[in-house]
């Protein structure tokens, strides 16, 4: 066989299920992999060889004894480093967590391995999932497998990096503010942001709990359903977890290919915020994207939208008082532990006052109301980008705790903040390159709970285009 | 806010704050209560924030999902 680390993840589950491919193949094609990429990117904080070795063997004896296997069995896939595994270091990006080792196991994380997922290693991330750019003062810039001088995006650098180029055939991230769409998009893979309370959070480092949301990075639509399907539903343990049952997410993609697929699918492009101040050649491929989606029959709308920019500032109010809260004890007594840009950030939060944080978090509810009934009553899912403009290189967003900051930073996350305060599902698919060679984004809205409608309209247009699923030449 | 109103503030929490971070944060406070200027200011008393975990399941919010 041909390399398999190039196979997609439900090519891969198909050959293991045949018998063409076993576990142990599997797991020593991406280790040795990872072993020539890693010391490029710089994607991986720790790895478990033995550990997943152990599994791979584990799954393939199940095998030949006829024992059920499960719907990843045997594939290799690698976390952001902030998801707890009982009796392992998990460093959050940070030095102070340098030696944290939780006694519990997060619950997605039990899930992948009830799943039969081979954990092969913690990723890189921004220092407590703060950033958006894929710095990081500890561990190194996780560089982007493209063009290794851009920024890889963040929070989850490491799960972008290692997806695109590779190295594993999925992995999870957080997104409080963008944190898997934008290295999703700017490492030219799929990632979902989940509706808040879809997956659970339990076992994840918090954030900001109201809006945190653990989601997932795969190479393509079809993957990324596939791991998302495994992922959401209810949870017991974690208080934020909706009951609401999960949907058939797979299911929903099974006429993608089909001329026609979307006929009756709305799409907006919203009048305001969105594509304000974007750059011309994001624009065209944006437009090219959409060109694709009506080829399918989808029929494509302009839509009014509110202030969306004053909610993307207005998010900061819930996100830094939320934020300060769990690192307070450490600002008064690590101070010095925390990277400048992090701790900046941070700051923030002891600036916003009690008020101005519960009329921020009450207004959530008022700005939802009116996103349904003036937005969302005209289509059945936004159509906007990712990133206004071409991946920026690492020398124009290193800005450290300096003045120019936030305004470097909060042009990042334009378009994916707000939708984390309300609290909306965002499916970001690669839709291209740009002249530098760096990948772009459509990013797909939906309304609460609506995954299933945007993995099919995902997979609609990576069946009819080709510029779906890109693979870097790393 | 003033920085140096700011930067007591900040202080009385038990964190060290020099004047120069202060005033990077009351840079980052001025597009907050800007936002707050724009989009608060007719918010209703009768809204709560548990409703918003009830208005994410609700059947107004639910639409074509497959």
Same mark, same amino acid.
Request: charged share 20%; net charge neutral; glycine share 10%.
């Given at each position: 066989m041909n390399d398999p680390t190039t196979l997609s993840l439900r090519q891969a589950v198909r050959l293991m299920t045949d018998g063409h491919l076993n576990a142990e193949a599997l797991l020593e094609a991406c280790l040795d992999r990872v072993a020539r990429v890693q010391p490029k990117l710089n994607c991986f904080v720790r790895l478990r060889p033995e550990a997943a070795r152990s599994a791979a063997r584990g799954a393939d004896l199940a095998v030949r004894q006829g024992r059920a296997s499960g719907p990843l069995h045997g594939i290799p896939l690698a976390h952001k480093d902030m998801f707890y595994r009982a009796g392992e270091v998990c460093t959050c990006g940070s030095k102070i967590r340098a030696d944290f080792v939780p006694d519990l196991t997060a619950t997605v994380l039990a899930r992948l391995d009830a799943a039969g997922a081979i954990d092969i290693g913690r990723l890189n991330m921004a220092e407590f999932a703060m950033g958006p750019t894929g710095h990081n003062e500890h561990f190194g810039r996780c560089r982007n497998p493209w063009n290794v001088e851009h920024i890889s995006g963040g929070s989850s650098s490491g799960s972008g990096a290692a997806v695109a180029a590779g190295l594993v055939f999925g992995a999870l991230g957080s997104d409080t503010g963008g944190s898997v769409r934008l290295p999703a998009a700017a490492c030219g893979v799929v990632g979902i942001k989940p509706t808040h309370g879809r997956v659970s959070t339990f076992g994840a480092m918090p954030?900001?709990?109201?809006? /945190?949301?653990?989601?997932?990075?795969? $190479? /393509?639509?079809?993957d990324c359903a596939k791991l998302f399907s495994i992922l959401a539903g209810p949870d017991a343990s974690d208080a934020a977890s909706k009951r609401k049952p999960a949907d058939e997410y797979e299911g929903a993609m099974a006429h993608a290919g089909e001329e026609g697929s979307l006929a009756g699918v709305i799409v907006g492009v919203p009048s305001r915020h969105y594509y304000e101040a974007i750059d011309d050649e994001v624009a065209a491929l944006l437009a090219a994207s959409r060109r694709v989606l009506e080829r399918q029959g989808a029929k494509i709308v302009d839509v009014p939208i509110g202030d969306h920019g004053a909610i993307n500032d207005l998010s900061n109010a819930v996100l830094w008082p939320e934020a300060v809260s769990l690192h307070l004890p450490w600002? $008064?007594?690590r101070p010095q532990d925390y990277a400048a840009q992090t701790r900046a950030r941070l700051l923030v939060g002891l600036g916003v006052s009690a008020p101005l944080y519960m009329s921020a978090a009450r207004a959530r509810t008022a700005l939802l109301q009116e996103f349904l009934r003036d937005t969302f009553s005209r289509c059945d899912m936004?159509?906007?980008?990712?990133?206004? $403009?071409?991946?920026?290189?690492?020398?124009?967003?290193d800005v450290g705790g300096s003045p120019t900051m936030a305004r470097t930073l909060a042009q990042i996350v334009a378009n994916t903040r707000p939708l984390n305060y309300l609290g909306l599902p965002a499916l970001s698919v690669p839709i291209g390159l740009? $002249?530098?060679?760096?990948?772009?984004?459509?990013q797909l809205v939906g309304r609460p709970f609506a995954e299933a409608l945007l993995f099919r309209v995902g997979a609609a247009y990576e069946a009819k285009s080709d510029r779906g699923a890109l693979r870097p030449p790393i | 806010m003033d920085s140096r109103v700011l930067l007591q503030v900040m202080t009385a929490s038990g964190v060290k704050v020099t004047a120069d971070e202060a005033e990077v944060v009351a840079? *980052?406070?001025?597009?907050?209560?800007?936002?707050?200027?724009? !989009? !608060?200011? *007719? =918010?209703? =008393?009768?809204? *709560?924030v548990a409703q918003?975990?009830?208005? !994410?399941? *609700?059947?107004?919010?639910?639409?074509?999902?497959?």
């Amino acid at each position: 066989m041909n390399d398999p680390t190039t196979l997609s993840l439900r090519q891969a589950v198909r050959l293991m299920t045949d018998g063409h491919l076993n576990a142990e193949a599997l797991l020593e094609a991406c280790l040795d992999r990872v072993a020539r990429v890693q010391p490029k990117l710089n994607c991986f904080v720790r790895l478990r060889p033995e550990a997943a070795r152990s599994a791979a063997r584990g799954a393939d004896l199940a095998v030949r004894q006829g024992r059920a296997s499960g719907p990843l069995h045997g594939i290799p896939l690698a976390h952001k480093d902030m998801f707890y595994r009982a009796g392992e270091v998990c460093t959050c990006g940070s030095k102070i967590r340098a030696d944290f080792v939780p006694d519990l196991t997060a619950t997605v994380l039990a899930r992948l391995d009830a799943a039969g997922a081979i954990d092969i290693g913690r990723l890189n991330m921004a220092e407590f999932a703060m950033g958006p750019t894929g710095h990081n003062e500890h561990f190194g810039r996780c560089r982007n497998p493209w063009n290794v001088e851009h920024i890889s995006g963040g929070s989850s650098s490491g799960s972008g990096a290692a997806v695109a180029a590779g190295l594993v055939f999925g992995a999870l991230g957080s997104d409080t503010g963008g944190s898997v769409r934008l290295p999703a998009a700017a490492c030219g893979v799929v990632g979902i942001k989940p509706t808040h309370g879809r997956v659970s959070t339990f076992g994840a480092m918090p954030l900001s709990h109201s809006l /945190d949301t653990v989601g997932v990075l795969a $190479r /393509d639509v079809g993957d990324c359903a596939k791991l998302f399907s495994i992922l959401a539903g209810p949870d017991a343990s974690d208080a934020a977890s909706k009951r609401k049952p999960a949907d058939e997410y797979e299911g929903a993609m099974a006429h993608a290919g089909e001329e026609g697929s979307l006929a009756g699918v709305i799409v907006g492009v919203p009048s305001r915020h969105y594509y304000e101040a974007i750059d011309d050649e994001v624009a065209a491929l944006l437009a090219a994207s959409r060109r694709v989606l009506e080829r399918q029959g989808a029929k494509i709308v302009d839509v009014p939208i509110g202030d969306h920019g004053a909610i993307n500032d207005l998010s900061n109010a819930v996100l830094w008082p939320e934020a300060v809260s769990l690192h307070l004890p450490w600002l $008064r007594e690590r101070p010095q532990d925390y990277a400048a840009q992090t701790r900046a950030r941070l700051l923030v939060g002891l600036g916003v006052s009690a008020p101005l944080y519960m009329s921020a978090a009450r207004a959530r509810t008022a700005l939802l109301q009116e996103f349904l009934r003036d937005t969302f009553s005209r289509c059945d899912m936004l159509h906007v980008p990712v990133l206004k $403009r071409p991946v920026p290189t690492a020398a124009e967003t290193d800005v450290g705790g300096s003045p120019t900051m936030a305004r470097t930073l909060a042009q990042i996350v334009a378009n994916t903040r707000p939708l984390n305060y309300l609290g909306l599902p965002a499916l970001s698919v690669p839709i291209g390159l740009t $002249r530098s060679g760096l990948p772009q984004a459509m990013q797909l809205v939906g309304r609460p709970f609506a995954e299933a409608l945007l993995f099919r309209v995902g997979a609609a247009y990576e069946a009819k285009s080709d510029r779906g699923a890109l693979r870097p030449p790393i | 806010m003033d920085s140096r109103v700011l930067l007591q503030v900040m202080t009385a929490s038990g964190v060290k704050v020099t004047a120069d971070e202060a005033e990077v944060v009351a840079r *980052s406070l001025a597009p907050i209560e800007h936002a707050e200027s724009e !989009l !608060l200011s *007719s =918010l209703s =008393l009768d809204i *709560s924030v548990a409703q918003f975990v009830g208005l !994410l399941e *609700s059947d107004t919010a639910a639409g074509r999902n497959t």
